[in-house]
């Protein structure tokens, strides 16, 4: 759908050859990079990220086990990508995308990518993409969308770590701060860097040196246990930075609660604190009542959609109610979320599906039903910046890729402020992309 597609013959298209090789995560695991070149030179390098809160309904990462890097080796992975897609795909056009990722998942033949590897196809996937934009000279988000691609995302940035992703007590896995009150971008960015600095002097002052470590996705880590504490600390940052919470900063969770919830007791255990979804929903009221958040993530477990429908017939019009574990970004279980009525934003991540055209019928399903769909990094990243290019190919007017620190996690910013440069009108949609202004 959104990749322009020249059907006429034409030579440099052509895939020449597609090489996999391990190389490494921000995690320091092995992960798949696959090299494919055209008969035109064109280049793409795609990659595999990794998620540690990873959804049951995910498509699987082929790992080897075994004693070498503990298990997480991609031998396999690595080893299919060569042997069984390459030979495969080798000859085709790489503007077929669809057909290629069709042809991949013809091949490994299971529901959920097991035998060939999720990390093996998605990062296929992604270079085929590349390669085809390198060899049209194009612009990876131009390539996607085309010359009308001008809308920069609004970043959702991860400044404080929990959950798996953190060493300390916080249930809550993300709280993220939200510039949605600026003009631009590039503005938006810098507010956000200084608020995350303005954090740091705040966590050091009043926690020590140790609390200014960072977690997995660049925020930072402290000894915390109380998610108001969290949001107080965001609230107080913001204001430190000399902006006004919710007017220009507002705020955003992401509770990954499969991990909260009991399924023997069915009750989540919230600091301590056995609750049942009604109790939960009054929790995120209060919350959604003190502090000015637009967007609650995966509020209730992976299969809850019932817990999901009833929370968001009564916040929609305040909040997003994001679906990441729920959804993983699957059509299917997006359309049985759509029918129930369960939320109305997705997270979207190419590797919980696997090829870069499963990723796009979802975010058509998405727009058809005016759900809002936020393009998001993974945990576990590598120095790709496909999912920024992607987030402005596709318009999708959210991005969530983590704090402004670590170089994965920059790289992402970095390149929407190269694109920001490139497009002519770069346009910003603010609050817009939102039920409203906190
Ligand atoms: C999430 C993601 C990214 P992970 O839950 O939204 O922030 O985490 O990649 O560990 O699934
Ligand atoms: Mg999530």
């Excluded at 540690?52 to 075994?66: I, L, N, P, Y």
């Excluded at 959609?305 to 019009?317: N, P, R």
């Amino acid at each position: 759908m959104h990749v322009i597609y020249h059907s006429e013959y034409d030579e440099a298209f052509l895939i020449k050859s597609v090489r996999g090789r391990w190389v490494l995560d921000s995690r320091g695991n092995p992960t798949v990079q696959v090299k494919v070149v055209t008969e035109g030179l064109g280049v793409g390098v795609g990659y595999a990220p990794s998620g540690a809160s990873t959804g049951v309904h995910e498509a699987v990462e082929v790992r080897d086990g075994g004693r070498e890097f503990h298990g997480k080796g991609v031998g396999r992975a690595v080893e299919n990508v060569n042997k069984m897609i390459a030979p495969a795909i080798i000859g085709m056009d790489s503007r077929r995308q669809r057909e290629i990722d069709m042809k991949m998942i013809e091949m490994d033949g299971t529901r959920n990518k097991a035998r060939i590897g999720g990390n093996a196809i998605v990062a296929t996937s992604i270079a085929v993409a590349k390669a085809a934009a390198s060899t049209m000279d194009l612009p990876l988000y131009q390539y996607i969308g085309g010359k009308q691609a001008d809308l920069l995302p609004v970043p959702m940035l991860n400044i404080i770590n929990g959950g798996v992703h953190a060493g300390n007590k916080l249930d809550f896995q993300e709280f993220m701060i939200v510039p949605a009150g600026f003009s631009t971008f590039s503005e938006a960015l810098r507010a956000s860097v200084e608020i995350y600095h303005e954090l740091k002097n705040i966590l050091k002052n009043r926690y020590g040196p140790q609390a200014i470590n960072v977690g997995d996705e660049g925020g930072f880590a402290p000894p915390l246990e109380k998610t108001r504490e969290a949001l107080d600390l965001l609230v107080d940052s913001i204001k430190a930075a000399g902006y006004s919470p919710g007017d220009q900063v507002a705020l955003a969770l992401d509770v990954a609660s499969s991990r909260l919830f009991n399924r023997d007791r069915n009750v989540y255990v919230i600091e301590g604190q056995e609750l049942s979804v009604d109790k939960l929903i009054d929790y995120y009221s209060k919350l959604v009542n003190d502090y000015p958040i637009v967007s609650i993530e995966d509020p209730f477990h992976e299969d809850d959609f019932e817990a999901f429908a009833k929370f968001t017939s009564e916040f929609s019009h305040r909040i997003l109610v994001v679906g990441d574990d729920l959804f993983v970004t699957n059509p299917e279980r997006l359309e049985k979320g759509i029918s129930m009525r369960a939320a109305n934003a997705v997270l979207v991540k190419v590797n919980q599906v696997g090829t870069l055209t499963e990723t796009f019928a979802v975010i058509d399903i998405a727009r058809t039903a005016g759900y809002r769909t936020i393009i998001s990094h993974r945990s576990g990243e590598t120095e790709d910046t496909a999912i920024s290019d992607l987030a402005v190919g596709v318009r999708a007017g959210l991005i969530k890729t983590g704090a402004p620190a670590r170089g994965e996690r920059t790289a992402k910013y970095n390149r929407l402020l190269e694109i920001e440069e490139e497009v002519e009108k770069p346009k910003y949609p603010g609050f817009s992309v939102f039920p409203r202004k906190p």
